[in-house]
């Protein structure tokens, strides 16, 4: 992740941008992982890395998990845990590197959502993610994530987006322009955000983010040198549907071997 990413102005506009990112869903389908690839009840613990400002976090540990999320961002550490406690939600947040941060325990369960590998741009930074993924994974855990798939990336390419969010009294504008480098299977997203509240700019915002996409052979192989077994690639968050070039998001269901 580069160094001036999530700032303090993308961070607290970040869950106005997405707001209608279906949370619920996507905990449904991480809950029906565990049933499917374990014995659920034995799911109990989960660590989420990237875990932005608690969305994935929040819900799961209002559904009874012991959640701890970490994320490289202070600022959007910082939201998770003002989130945390207005909600009474029982889930602990670390501003940590999910390549090297170390919580001295493990976990029945391992996260890394909304396409957060991706910026593990270099193999040897996803190489690292993962194996500190497997560190926190007790034997039989399962490591759920999903990124960006690479056939979808490669046909539909680049598509620039301009976003208007927000209510009468405060706005978000929201101006992505990606740039595909497919020789490194990378997209250069740059992102320039607005806030407005009444008619005043009361932030912007201009970051680059850039983001790998994976091809499930290649993340097979990444999985295997980290000590978990690949047992699912889908198309998230759907676990009966297999991945299709109509959309961005692969999922992918590996246990700790």
């Not at 160094?3 to 506009?13: E, I, K, L, N, Q």
């Not at 759920?144 to 990336?153: E, I, R």
């Amino acid at each position: 992740m580069s160094p001036t990413s999530f700032g303090d102005v993308y961070a607290r506009t970040y869950d106005t941008v997405y707001a209608a990112k279906d949370y619920a869903a996507e905990c449904d389908c991480i809950e029906e992982a565990f049933r499917r690839h374990g014995d659920a009840g034995a799911f109990r613990s989960v660590l989420d890395l990237g875990c932005g400002t608690g969305g994935h976090s929040l819900l799961l540990a209002r559904r009874g998990y012991q959640v701890t999320g970490v994320d490289a961002s202070t600022h959007m550490v910082a939201l998770a845990e003002r989130k945390a406690a207005e909600l009474a939600a029982p889930a602990t947040f670390v501003a940590g590197d999910m390549r090297r941060v170390d919580l001295g325990r493990s976990f029945d369960a391992v996260l890394i959502m909304f396409a957060s590998l991706g910026y593990q741009t270099e193999t040897a930074d996803v190489e690292a993610a993962l194996r500190n993924a497997r560190r926190h994974l007790r034997p039989g855990g399962v490591l759920l994530a999903d990124v960006w798939y690479g056939p979808t990336v490669l046909r539909q390419g680049p598509l620039e987006r301009i976003r208007v969010l927000g209510g009468p009294e405060r706005q978000v504008i929201r101006a992505s322009v990606p740039t595909l480098r497919p020789d490194r299977n990378v997209m250069d997203v740059r992102i320039r955000v607005w806030e407005i509240v009444g008619s005043r700019v009361t932030g912007t915002a201009d970051e680059v983010h850039s983001m790998r996409f994976f091809f499930p052979p290649e993340l097979e192989d990444l999985l295997r040198a980290a000590d978990l077994e690949a047992r699912a690639f889908f198309e998230f968050p759907d676990l009966d549907q297999p991945p299709r070039e109509a959309t961005w998001n692969l999922g992918c269901v590996a246990v700790a071997v």
